[in-house]
């Protein structure tokens, strides 16, 4: 195709807006023809990288070859490649019938955030950006390994944001990468602005209970997870990534549990764990000793729940599923408040509901008490996708419960270890205590 038919298609392409800029430029036998999305581009760089040395320059030949050398020179390869480009701030050079792009993106958002989700007293404050390059600049200068290879994909036919797979070529498992690419390659969403959402939808188990990634915005766990053969994802214009594969354990972990000692670390993960089951099976097993056995207790502690539930028109079931939606409705609360009155507001609020409830007779004072341990067992959980499913399967805990009992219980206990046993998170077992990548292996088995 000659060059005024491309020409005449890009043209084309951008009839239906005018922030298309077609600029000429012709100065003693030299010519040539710009095309760039003004309020995408750098005008600065523009005017000292091309306009200037264009008129400096005594040749279009010299000033072909400088053009070259820029670090942002790009040749085009299809027509396709240069409307997704043009879209996305670089500027296309017509120079003696040839047609090259000059990366001149304009970022406003290459700034590094700090640290909002999971932040650490140690370590690290700093977080990724909304810039895409900016967050594997940051990775690069964390990760100094030649083997570190990073991957693109355009997704979204709307609009068109690049992703990102970085991955350690010596470490990651041939087999995981392979599952990632096939299925970012089935992606044909319209509009993606998340990495979460990509991560939902290159997952197959879109119904499971438990999350196949973990999501994170620190770049020192970005690192630890490249240094352990995982894949991480990002998004254009989302400051978060996330990982893969994952086993269940990455999601009580933090990376503070490399700063401390180990016997710290070892505590700080035993009342993790705690909380995690305190906040799983408590409700549960409330409704059960109580509806069901109350007999477990002891003489004075059974006495004790019952006269707390003397004038209580309720049964446990519905007490404990009455404080609980208002405990989730508390904590959504608290997410959707402008953080101004959010603390305030969810503060005052548990106070008052949790006084009118038992003066009223709604509910009884243990079950305050056990809603508000639940309540702070669950912040406990480090990671906000795995507290999620556990709020879900203690709900489900509760109805079987209610109608077995505390054999119930222990059984949907065990169905729940069978379900995490038989799930996988891209070819790896999910229940499995640590993960070692290919080559890792293969050292240890030589040795």
Do not use: C
Not at 167 to 181: G, M, P
Not at 356 to 372: C, F, G, K, Q
């Amino acid at each position: 195709m000659s060059s005024l038919e491309t020409i005449n298609w890009i043209n084309e392409q951008f009839k239906n807006t005018n922030e298309l800029v077609q600029k000429n430029l012709e100065y003693e036998n030299k010519h040539i023809l710009l095309f760039y999305i003004k309020s995408l581009i750098n005008s600065e760089m523009l005017q000292k990288l091309i306009i200037k040395p264009f008129f400096e320059m005594s040749s279009e030949e010299q000033f072909n070859l400088y053009l070259q050398a820029l670090p942002q020179f790009q040749e085009v390869q299809s027509k396709e490649q240069v409307h997704l480009e043009i879209m996305n701030g670089n500027i296309l050079i017509v120079i003696q019938n040839e047609f090259y792009l000059l990366d001149f993106k304009l970022a406003k958002n290459d700034k590094v955030n700090s640290t909002s989700v999971e932040t650490t007293i140690h370590g690290s404050q700093l977080a990724l950006s909304d810039n895409l390059m900016t967050n594997i600049n940051v990775i690069r200068s964390n990760y100094h390994q030649a083997s570190l290879s990073v991957e693109y994909f355009v997704k979204g036919e709307v609009n068109q944001h690049k992703v990102a797979v970085i991955y350690d070529k010596e470490k990651v498992k041939n087999d995981v990468l392979d599952i990632i690419r096939k299925r970012l390659q089935k992606v044909d969403k319209q509009l993606i602005t998340s990495t979460t959402q990509l991560g939902n939808l290159i997952n197959d188990s879109r119904f499971s209970l438990f999350p196949q990634m973990i999501m994170t915005e620190r770049p020192d766990r970005i690192v630890y997870n490249l240094a352990g053969g995982k894949v991480i994802l990002l998004v254009d214009g989302n400051p978060q990534s996330i990982a893969t594969p994952v086993v269940f354990f990455d999601f009580m972990t933090t990376m503070e549990d490399n700063y401390h000692t180990l016997f710290i670390s070892l505590f700080l993960k035993i009342l993790r764990y705690a909380g995690l089951f305190l906040s799983l099976l408590l409700p549960a097993l409330y409704v059960g000793v109580t509806s069901f056995t109350p007999e477990l207790f002891r003489t004075e502690l059974a006495l004790t729940v019952a006269g707390s539930r003397v004038g209580v028109p309720f049964s446990s079931f519905i007490e404990v599923l009455f404080m609980l939606f208002f405990m989730e409705l508390l904590l959504e609360a608290s997410i959707r408040l402008p953080k101004a009155v959010s603390a305030t507001a969810t503060t005052v609020g548990g106070l008052i509901l949790g006084t009118a409830v038992t003066e009223a007779s709604l509910a009884s004072n243990i079950m305050v008490i056990i809603v508000s341990a639940v309540a702070i067992s669950t912040f406990v959980i480090p990671v906000n996708e795995m507290a999620f499913s556990i709020r879900v399967v203690r709900l489900l805990l509760i109805i079987i419960t209610s109608v077995f009992g505390l054999a119930g219980l222990v059984l949907g206990f065990f169905v729940l270890i069978m379900y995490l046993v038989n799930l996988d998170s891209f070819g790896e077992t999910y229940l499995k205590i640590y993960t070692l990548s290919k080559n890792r292996k293969t050292t240890e088995e030589k040795t």
